[in-house]
């Protein structure tokens, strides 16, 4: 089993900046790949942005690029989403989720393409 638990949310002004983090635990951690996703009131879950594990390959939603930076830290099993520039439609909860299997990694940008999760952390960003 692994365990996902984000951390780093909070309360910030239109411009601002939140860095999220997402440790990973559990037996054995092996992922492939990892990615956040996010989800406001009332809307659908959205993604974010998704890291391969090994080579550090990225994905950005475009509506993130450019103001969102994701990366990992393979010896502390934790990736780290940088937010800058935030905007008030930023706001939601942020979820993290990790792939085991290489061979969905093509559903780096689909929920369905991740097998655990954590529960979120929420982000709110006032105008």
């Known amino acids: 089993q692994v365990q996902l638990v984000e951390s780093g949310g909070g309360l910030v002004q239109a411009g601002g900046s939140l860095r999220l983090s997402c440790a990973a635990s559990?037996?054995?951690?092996?992922?492939?790949?990892m990615g956040w996703f996010r989800q406001a009131p009332g809307k659908e879950r959205e993604f974010v942005a998704a890291i391969r594990w090994s080579g550090g390959g990225t994905y950005y939603a475009d509506s993130v690029k450019g103001r969102f930076t994701i990366s990992r830290d393979n010896a502390k099993n934790t990736m780290y989403l940088q937010m800058n520039s935030l905007k008030p439609e930023d706001t939601a909860v942020y979820c993290c989720a990790a792939n085991v299997a290489s061979s969905r990694w093509y559903l780096a940008r689909s929920a369905s393409g991740y097998d655990y999760w954590g529960q979120g952390t929420q982000v709110t960003v006032s105008s």
């Open positions: 559990g037996r054995t951690f092996s992922a492939y790949g």
